[in-house]
């Protein structure tokens, strides 16, 4: 029997590269660049199934190009990059990968954390220049983590494993989410809900865990950033459409919060110029997930997706 031909628009870790090589007809773009919308057009033409990235935006077009696809499977837990109406109006099944990355987005989201509080890139380039004299009492000052207050916007899987980590450092966590947890798991994470404007004016450090969407794009525009203590932190590890860059250029740039530790951006892979020439920001480029034991564990769950769609079986994470 023929296998199913599933285009892949990027090359994935060598272990899942060679699992999708035996289980299909793997057609892949060998570059390690994306693609443009065009040569995805091309690349789904015969697909039968496709492995699209974050960075792939999967419109109606692209989608009425792939005649005979069946299945959209994103290699990502955030698939605000494919047009879902236009999927099921065509009947593609479009998949996910959520779960896997949980612990490896908080890690980064961690990381990001101490290293804008703590000013760990600054001090990491004054040792590199060649600079350092040696101790000084006032040199590189940056600020507690510990007893501090966190305000979690999204309260999901990576949003409760952010807070988990929040706890070893006894801060005070509080959250915003559209839906409030149980009071038995408030209590198990020693988490409080509270409004958003609250959540802003009380937070030391504000971090983002919420899908892009109509009702979160620009969440934290303008009157968000101004809510917001002249001595507090933005974290975003969820998607950089969620704030409005150029607001927070002006923010950053006029000192009305402190720093911002940034794995996402508004328009990726460009980046507001005013935002590398800041000093009190961290910027990433977009790697929460990038561990690799992650990145294969996403490419294994890609895998079955894909599998149980040409077997006809229930098609596990499924978002429409
Ligand atoms: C995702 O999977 O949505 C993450 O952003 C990847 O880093």
Known sequence: MSKPIIFSTRVLPEPVMDRLKAAFDLRCNPADLPLSKVQI???IQAA???ISMLSDTIDREVLEAGRSLKI???????????????????QIAVTNTPGVLTETT?????????????????AHQWVQ???????????????DVFGKTLGLIGMGRIGKAVARRAAGFKMNIVYFSRHALPKAEETALGVRSLPLSELLEA????????????????????????????????????????????????????????????????????ISPELL???????????????LETRVKMGFMVMENLLTAFQGSIVPNRVI
């Open 41 to 43: 057009m091309e690349g």
């Open 48 to 50: 039968e199934g496709m």
């Open 72 to 90: 959209v499977a994103n290699y990502a837990v955030g698939y605000n990059n494919i047009d879902l109406e236009a999927a099921k109006a065509r």
């Open 106 to 122: 908080a890690d980064l989201t961690w990381v990001l954390l101490m290293a804008i509080a703590r000013r760990i890139c600054e």
């Open 129 to 143: 220049s060649g600079k350092w004299t040696g101790w000084a009492p006032t040199e590189l000052m940056g600020v």
């Open 203 to 270: 937070s030391d450090y504000v971090s983002l865990h919420l899908p892009l969407n109509d009702a979160s794009r620009h969440l934290i525009d303008q009157d968000a950033l101004r809510r917001m203590k002249p001595g507090a932190f933005l974290i975003n590890t969820s998607r950089g459409p969620i704030v409005d860059e150029k607001a927070l250029c002006q923010a950053l740039a006029e000192n009305w919060i402190a720093g911002a530790g940034l794995d996402v951006f508004e328009a990726e892979p460009r």
């Open 277 to 291: 020439r800041l000093k009190n920001v961290v910027t990433l480029p977009h790697i929460g997930s990038a561990s």
